[in-house]
């Protein structure tokens, strides 16, 4: 069964750092985009973060300077390091994938999602 596992989420003060990670497992043969989502209590989820196969990548325009996302190819790995956290980066943190697997079978997945929060 192919899914997006994260870890590394918790409780933080204002100024603290936490580094997510989003583990492919399955049949993967390889990912393509992948990306950082989160959703705060009565809001809409929203982009943090993408990644392309190549590298390349994209930042809201809330993280920049202090969230960095990074991938691991050989490990199916993707990580969100955050910085000079604010209780505003307070959320729940999706890992969103395009993932190859199996017999060249592609398709989108998401994790399960992973509490952030940070104190004042």
């Known amino acids: 069964q192919v899914q997006l596992v994260e870890s590394g989420g918790g409780l933080v003060q204002a100024g603290g750092s936490l580094r997510l990670s989003c583990a492919a497992s399955g049949s993967i043969r390889g990912f393509n985009a992948m990306g950082w989502y989160r959703q705060a209590p009565g809001k809409q989820r929203e982009l943090v973060a993408t990644?392309?196969?190549?590298?390349?990548?994209n930042y809201a325009d809330s993280v920049k300077g202090r969230f960095t996302i990074s991938r691991d190819n050989a490990k199916n790995t993707v990580y969100l390091q955050m910085n000079s956290l604010k209780p505003e980066d307070t959320a729940v943190y999706y890992c969103n994938g395009d993932l190859v697997y199996g017999l060249g079978h592609r398709g989108d997945y998401w994790g399960q999602g992973t509490q952030v929060t940070v104190s004042s």
């Open positions: 990644i392309t196969s190549v590298g390349r990548t």
